[in-house]
């Protein structure tokens, strides 16, 4: 045929016969059969060997072929992870430094936008936990195989109180109110540009913040659906607040709450300055109080920890945020305040939070005793 410049319907005919059908045709027999000559078939597949129908490429895709095909992205990710196993956390794992392992041939971005495309990985900070010795790894394995068959009316019943110990902070003005409330944001929706307008930042959680009352210290205690215990510690606390804790408060709400129980089952972390402290085990043994340990570093195995003081300062901030900007309390009213908070959690919400510990322990045993939610 005369001319070099190919109609549609030749450049559909050479896309089926090279590339659709089998290894293809040659460009000397594709030729022929267009009866065109061989250059003009050669030119074309040449000007079309980065397009869209090039071999081994997506179908259906339009734009220039991928480099980085679907297959070498497949294999992008088990570098990636074996070199932040590597790391262990101590050096960030940057986009240079995977595609330096890959070879890959295009530019990181490019690289990091498909590998998002297409197995879902980005950048995201990373979870804060406590660092775990390969003791600890086998005591919450085991501590999950013995417990993971124990469902939630067990964990009703078989333990009658869980305590803990936290520091909170008072804030008894518009300022310091409007400061824990801002740190407790976790983000914004905003436009480039935005981020430094008020109302789109929040308080670096990092830097002393001084409130202008002093904190406290609380020992909470949960059992029976309720928040049976919260007790201020206004000095330090050390053995000599937990044997009072233990033979006053404690005992005493334990024989009331469970009156038919000789001995009382107690939930407790192992924190040494005042739960594990010798006086401290003493006036256990003399309040007829077993505990009911947990592996150590294990937050995620007390009630406390990993759900009621979330709690409490969510009801906090709640009933905070209609207050006018003026409006101004007492120390004591706000300690009133807290502990009414912690006593107004219903019990459906406190035995769901404890029913919780089946699947934790579960969690456990399929982590092998590593990191687990929550």
């Given at each position: 045929?005369?001319?070099?410049?190919?109609?549609?319907?030749?450049?559909?005919?050479?896309?089926?016969?090279?590339?659709?059908?089998?290894?293809?045709?040659?460009?000397?027999?594709?030729?022929?059969?267009?009866?065109?000559?061989?250059?003009?078939i050669?030119?074309?597949?040449?000007?079309?060997?980065?397009?869209?129908?090039?071999?081994?490429?997506?179908?259906?895709?339009r734009?220039?072929a991928?480099?980085?095909?679907?297959?070498?992205?497949?294999?992008l990710?088990?570098?990636?992870?074996?070199?932040?196993?590597?790391?262990?956390?101590?050096?960030?794992?940057?986009?240079a430094?995977?595609?330096?392992?890959?070879?890959?041939?295009?530019?990181?971005?490019?690289?990091?936008?498909?590998?998002?495309?297409?197995?879902?990985?980005?950048?995201?900070?990373?979870?804060?936990?406590?660092?775990?010795?390969?003791?600890?790894?086998?005591?919450?394995?085991?501590?999950?195989?013995?417990?993971?068959?124990?469902?939630?009316?067990?964990?009703l019943?078989?333990?009658?109180?869980?305590?803990?110990?936290?520091?909170?902070?008072?804030?008894?003005?518009?300022?310091?109110?409007?400061h824990?409330?801002?740190?407790?944001?976790?983000?914004?929706?905003?436009?480039?540009?935005?981020?430094?307008?008020?109302?789109?930042?929040?308080?670096?959680?990092?830097?002393?913040?001084?409130?202008?009352?002093?904190?406290?210290?609380?020992?909470?205690?949960?059992?029976?659906?309720?928040v049976?215990?919260?007790?201020?510690?206004?000095?330090?606390?050390?053995?000599?607040?937990?044997v009072?804790l233990?033979?006053?408060?404690?005992?005493?709400?334990?024989?009331?709450?469970?009156?038919?129980?000789?001995?009382?089952?107690?939930?407790?972390?192992?924190?040494?300055?005042?739960?594990?402290?010798k006086?401290?085990l003493?006036?256990?043994?003399?309040?007829?109080?077993?505990?009911?340990?947990?592996?150590?570093?294990?937050?995620?195995?007390n009630?406390?920890?990993?759900?009621?003081?979330?709690?409490?300062?969510?009801?906090?901030?709640?009933?905070?945020?209609?207050?006018?900007?003026?409006?101004?309390?007492?120390?004591?009213?706000?300690?009133?305040?807290?502990?009414?908070?912690a006593?107004?959690?219903?019990?459906?919400?406190?035995?769901?939070?404890?029913?919780?510990?089946?699947?934790?322990?579960?969690?456990?045993?399929?982590?092998k005793?590593?990191?687990?939610?929550?």
């Amino acid at each position: 045929m005369p001319g070099t410049q190919l109609s549609p319907k030749e450049i559909a005919y050479i896309k089926q016969w090279r590339y659709d059908e089998g290894d293809g045709l040659a460009p000397s027999t594709i030729a022929i059969r267009l009866d065109r000559d061989k250059s003009t078939i050669t030119r074309h597949l040449a000007m079309k060997s980065k397009g869209v129908w090039k071999k081994g490429e997506e179908k259906g895709r339009r734009g220039p072929a991928r480099v980085l095909t679907k297959a070498k992205v497949a294999t992008l990710l088990p570098k990636l992870e074996a070199l932040v196993g590597k790391a262990k956390g101590e050096y960030e794992i940057t986009s240079a430094m995977l595609k330096k392992s890959a070879r890959v041939k295009v530019s990181a971005r490019v690289m990091m936008k498909r590998l998002n495309e297409q197995e879902g990985t980005k950048w995201y900070r990373m979870r804060q936990k406590p660092t775990l010795t390969v003791v600890d790894v086998k005591d919450r394995f085991a501590f999950g195989k013995a417990y993971g068959g124990k469902n939630k009316r067990w964990w009703l019943k078989k333990v009658q109180l869980t305590i803990d110990v936290k520091f909170f902070p008072v804030f008894l003005n518009s300022k310091a109110r409007s400061h824990v409330a801002q740190s407790g944001t976790r983000g914004v929706y905003r436009r480039k540009g935005q981020a430094l307008t008020e109302g789109y930042y929040k308080p670096n959680p990092k830097l002393k913040y001084n409130t202008g009352a002093k904190g406290v210290h609380v020992l909470a205690g949960v059992g029976n659906g309720k928040v049976l215990l919260w007790e201020y510690i206004e000095g330090r606390w050390n053995s000599a607040e937990a044997v009072r804790l233990y033979k006053g408060p404690m005992r005493k709400v334990l024989q009331e709450t469970y009156p038919h129980c000789r001995r009382y089952n107690v939930l407790e972390d192992n924190d040494p300055a005042g739960f594990r402290s010798k006086a401290g085990l003493q006036a256990k043994v003399d309040a007829k109080i077993d505990t009911f340990r947990i592996p150590k570093h294990s937050p995620q195995l007390n009630l406390c920890d990993y759900w009621l003081w979330k709690a409490v300062n969510t009801k906090m901030r709640a009933t905070e945020k209609p207050w006018a900007d003026g409006k101004k309390e007492t120390r004591d009213a706000y300690l009133r305040r807290l502990k009414r908070s912690a006593q107004s959690l219903t019990k459906e919400e406190i035995n769901h939070a404890a029913g919780s510990m089946k699947r934790r322990c579960l969690d456990l045993v399929a982590a092998k005793g590593g990191q687990i939610e929550g």
